[in-house]
């Protein structure tokens, strides 16, 4: 673990460093899931873990993202069967 994560953080530096990531409720609107489904998901390796901040769960957006994109199914427009 890095030197700054070891030492302890103000209440304005936990917020700033709190606020840029994502909480449960965050996830929970974004995909959209219940809390039961994140943590399902985590459990079963299928979504990130989370970063702990304490004892509060949080997320890094680009892991999110990152995952978002690996789960999408892209379609190829030319196999869509309409005349083109």
Known sequence: MTKILKRR?????QHAFS???LTIKD?????????RTIYRLVKDGDL??????GSRPRW???????????????VD????????
């Open 9 to 13: 953080l103000s209440s304005t530096q």
């Open 19 to 21: 606020s840029a990531l």
């Open 27 to 35: 996830l929970g609107r974004l995909l959209p899931a219940s809390r």
């Open 48 to 53: 990130p873990p989370p970063i702990r901040i």
């Open 60 to 74: 890094l957006p680009s892991q999110i993202s990152e995952w978002l994109v690996s789960k999408v199914t892209w």
């Open 77 to 84: 427009d030319a196999s869509d069967g309409g005349d083109a």
